[in-house]
């Protein structure tokens, strides 16, 4: 397809993971991101990952991307009420232009 | 390091208006951007700059102009407002279009309302 695809809403309760997932549209991406905006704020990059990779860790996020099926996804352990904001994610396509999702937004609850 | 700044962070306009947003970066960045994020959709990008005095467009230009006289600032010229450019309006800027996502700094935002 052409749009990078999202589920809009999440909600997990503090303390249980959290998977956001996303479909990107272009095989030949060279990296790919997670940004994470809250309330009346800009995006802030939380990660990114290589296409030549298929895991990355970085403390309480994990980014697994599987590019046969162009499928990324970000999983967040042990989450916390501070961690409720819209999770876009973005691919860098091979002409440089950025592409974006349209946000998951995640609700944690007590 | 203020980073990337946006001006107005909201506004309203009356259709028929004409304004500007500002935007401006003191990190030395090459490359500078505009996109808008609109409910249910991703961020789509108005237009982008790779230097000064060179500007050109993205996947929603129409509507909107851009000039980057200097490499610190690219405002975005709102020429006669429409309802359908209520947004929220992102500056964006890194050091070239093509490294890594890790050099991508946004603004704050502008929320933008055309009644």
């Known amino acids: 397809g052409e749009d990078v695809e999202q589920s809009l809403f999440l909600s997990v309760r503090e303390g249980d993971s959290s998977v956001i997932n996303c479909t990107y549209t272009d095989s030949s991406s060279t990296y790919l991101y997670w940004y994470k905006q809250e309330p009346g704020a800009g995006l802030q990059l939380l990660t990114y990952?290589?296409?030549?990779?298929d895991m990355k860790q970085d403390q309480r996020l994990t980014v697994l991307l599987n590019k046969k099926d162009k499928h990324l996804s970000l999983r967040i352990a042990d989450t916390q009420t501070g961690d409720s904001a819209i999770y876009f994610c973005?691919?860098?396509?091979?002409?440089?232009?950025?592409?974006f999702g349209a946000g998951t937004r995640l609700t944690v609850k007590p | 390091n203020a980073g990337v700044t946006q001006t107005p962070k909201f506004q309203v306009l009356k259709t028929g208006q004409s304004m500007t947003l500002q935007c401006a970066q003191d990190m030395n960045h090459e490359y500078m951007s505009w996109y808008r994020q609109d409910p249910g959709m991703g961020l789509r990008l108005i237009h982008y700059?790779?230097?000064?005095?060179?500007?050109d467009q993205g996947e929603v230009p129409n509507g909107y102009n851009v000039s980057r006289s200097t490499t610190e600032d690219f405002p975005l010229r709102l020429l006669s407002a429409a309802p359908s450019q209520t947004s929220v309006y992102f500056c964006a800027s890194s050091l070239s279009r093509g490294l890594s996502g890790n050099t991508i700094y946004f603004g704050e935002g502008s929320w933008l309302t055309v009644v």
């Open positions: 990952i290589f296409s030549n990779m």
């Open positions: 700059s790779v230097g000064a005095g060179i500007t």
């Open positions: 973005a691919e860098k396509k091979e002409n440089n232009d950025m592409r």
